[in-house]
């Protein structure tokens, strides 16, 4: 029906690259904090909502794109930061399934809560003029503001990098994810460092619901795909592991991409067939730590 | 039916519905060369699939949608809706030059504030069908109410007449095709697009029962 050609062939290879470091964006925020602190965070779709969301009322309020993308994360970060202190941390030292139970409930009040605030009916937010464009690549056209996300999420996990490897409260963050108990002995509080974790990757998911804001439609029920999206992106590169997401994140965009081009009807399904394979090889996913789940 | 009309299908990519990511499908469409898209893309969908097809740059290339929505069209606003085509049951803009289309939509505004939109006309329509086979026969059994609506098929309660096919139970009604208006030309909050064309109700371009396999 298509032909296919090596110029539409390079134009879906290049598709998925993006589409991926996009699917990385997603799942940093989730990557993070079941990485460093063993919560399955289920609320995370709900703060990429919110994050959307805020995204929208700071866009009305202030009339300025880039002030909003910097002030809507960091108004998630702030709610991330009540969530941990106030609901998550009296449950630290529980079986795993209690955070997640506790998230995912919190993950419908917040959308209830939403539907209430802003209504029903969906809002858009719009990409600023500078970024509106789309580039003419030779083989193809592509958007601007999808390059800028890329750069973005580049930039996010740079900083991410840096921030844990070469600082002292990253080194804490580390090494209380290894023992916390030999991380409490020598007089740290980790109280302290595990709220600043859930934070940022609360943080995070809202720079993905904002930058996503000029992409997709901000509605109460966007993060509910969102979520599954970034599971499986963050199961694929392994529980934790920085490294994994961002070529797990690859892999599933190219394997979307692929299959859309050449079986459209496979494509959903294809992701989770990449998943349970990968999982009956590698069953901590590919990067990951084995044992963090027990 | 794309053949009858005269048109020509050079591609179709399905997708997952409930899916908010199309980039994937629009390299592919756009290495098909289409002189027009025609996007069956419900709800929150279509908004997604309409800001990443003109991200891509492909706003030369027209898009075709089965069906608008009037919620959908105000979430999606101007910009996104600029010149995309659509098909509709109702449209409050219609009031201008349908009487009982005024008075359905001028009664919908002082009761909401808004204006009607195009499944709630649906639901009005249909309550008032249900109250005429109600009134005519002075029951309330449905059968017997059923079958009275089939013995007078025809019907008008907000936009002109419309009938009632006996073999299947299909409403036969006057549709309409509009067009997204440029942005800074919108009609208040609401009008995002205009009527470009009426669809006279016409059996001849649905399927018949026995194509359906019902007669």
Known sequence: MFDISASALAAQVFTGLVLGGIFVLLAIGLSLIFGLMTVVNFAHGSLYMLGAYFGVFLLGLTKNFWVSLVAAPLMVFVLGLVIERVLVRPLYGRSIDDPLLLTFGLSLVVVEAVRIVWGKIGLTIDPPRALSGALDLGFMTFPLYRFFVIAVTVLVLVGLWLFLERTNVGLIIRAGSRDPLMVRALGLDLGRVWLLVFGIGAGLAGLAGILAGPMRPVYPEMGITMVIESFVVVVVGGMGSLLGAVVAGIIIGEVVSLTTFFAPKLSEIMVFVVMALVLLVRPSGLFGEAGLLE | ?215
Request: proline share 7%; hydrophobic share 35%.
């Open chain 2, 1 to 215: 039916m794309a053949q009858k009309h005269g048109a020509t299908i050079v591609g179709t990519t399905p997708y997952p519905l409930g899916n908010a990511e199309f980039s994937a499908h629009l390299p592919k469409i756009q290495a098909a060369k289409p002189e027009a898209i025609y996007s069956v893309t419900p709800g929150a969908d279509n908004i997604a699939f309409l800001k990443q097809y003109a991200s891509f740059g492909m706003k030369k290339t027209p898009v075709v949608q089965p069906l608008h929505w009037l919620p959908q069209l105000k979430e999606g606003g101007p910009d996104i809706y600029d010149g995309i085509y659509g098909g509709t049951n109702f449209y409050w803009e219609l009031a201008d030059t349908i009487p009982q289309a005024k008075r359905y939509n001028d009664a919908h505004q002082k009761r909401f504030g808004m204006p009607a939109g195009d499944y709630g006309a649906y639901a009005y329509s249909g309550v008032m069908e249900v109250a005429r086979g109600i009134e005519l026969t002075k029951s309330t059994e449905p059968k017997v109410v059923a079958d009275a609506l089939r013995a007078s098929r025809e019907y008008d309660h907000y936009k002109g007449k419309q009938w009632w096919r006996a073999c299947d139970g299909k409403s036969f009604q006057d549709m309409w095709i509009v067009k997204g208006r440029q942005p800074g030309k919108t009609r208040g909050d609401w009008g995002i697009v205009e009527v470009v064309a009426r669809i006279p109700a016409n059996e001849e371009l649905d399927r018949t029962c026995a194509e359906k396999g019902l007669a």
